[in-house]
């Protein structure tokens, strides 16, 4: 593996602490003998081009300093290639990492973790998510998670998770179930009406004791299709478009650096 890594970073990420989270996080990568060049773009549009160029030139790993937003955009510029992905998460929710078990909102700590791990060789294949040729770690929403996520990102009060705690209380007051169609691994439809409709590649929801409640159906299967008039889907937080979609797990998706 080279010694250059590249870190991709969102300088507005929880607040800005992206940007503050850089620094730290490349200064423990260059402790550890690490080459670093840093990745911002103008927007995501350019980020992701400009990242997709570093991991096409070689670069030795891809790190995505930011929240859930950036890590979906950095595994759209690795999934499916040998480049490893690295995660110094320091956003709103930080669902992925959490998931992966890595450092939040620790950027020494995280930098100093992937450069042990990269020396090391701990890097793991983790699975994805994919709908078309966009990728999820952690879940594609529909229903109330898409529409607290809709108007929690018009909201500009409070700060950080809370604004979406906020938002899911606006919702209930307003929500009813959604009629969908849904078809798992190419079998019947199935029509059902639904609160909700999630896609995940692991554990969600805090605790994630909601599975053991009566109204929770949970189903396991490779590949899904949805269907439901007015509702969009949106892919770790990051909106994919209106329904009907098809999500399938990809084994192996994804290299990542881990503990």
């Known amino acids: 593996m080279t010694s250059e890594i590249t870190l991709f970073v969102n300088p507005t990420a929880g607040r800005g602490r992206g940007a503050r989270a850089a620094q730290p996080a490349a200064s423990a990568l ?30 030795g790993a891809l790190i995505a300093v930011g929240g859930d937003g950036m890590a979906n955009l950095a595994l759209r510029a690795v999934a499916g290639t040998r480049t490893p992905l690295g995660l110094v998460a320091v956003g709103t929710g930080n669902d992925f990492a959490r998931a992966l078990g890595l450092p939040v909102r620790e950027p020494a700590a995280a930098g100093r973790m992937i450069a042990d791990a990269l020396k090391c060789g701990r890097i793991h294949d983790v699975d994805l998510g994919q709908v ?24 500009h009060w409070p700060a950080g998770r809370f604004r979406y705690d906020l938002a899911m209380i606006a919702e209930l007051a307003a929500f009813r179930p959604v009629p969908y ?17 999630a896609v995940g590649n692991g554990s969600r929801v805090y605790r994630g004791t909601h599975v053991e409640h009566p109204k929770v159906t949970v189903v396991r299967a490779a590949r899904i299709e949805i269907a439901a008039e007015g509702v969009t889907g949106y892919a770790d937080g990051e909106p994919l478009g209106p329904l009907p979609l098809s999500a399938r797990c990809v084994r192996g998706g994804v290299r990542v650096v881990g503990p």
């Open 181 to 197: 169609r849904i078809r798992l691994d190419g079998g019947e439809v199935r029509e059902i009406e639904a609160t909700l409709v």
């Open 132 to 155: 078309g040729d966009r990728w999820f770690g952690t879940v594609l929403a529909s229903g109330f998670d898409s529409r607290v996520n809709d108007r929690g990102n018009r909201m």
């Open 30 to 59: 260059r402790a550890a003998g690490f080459s670093v060049r840093t990745v911002l773009g103008e927007d995501a549009a350019d980020a992701l081009t400009r990242a997709r160029a570093a991991v096409a030139g070689g670069t």
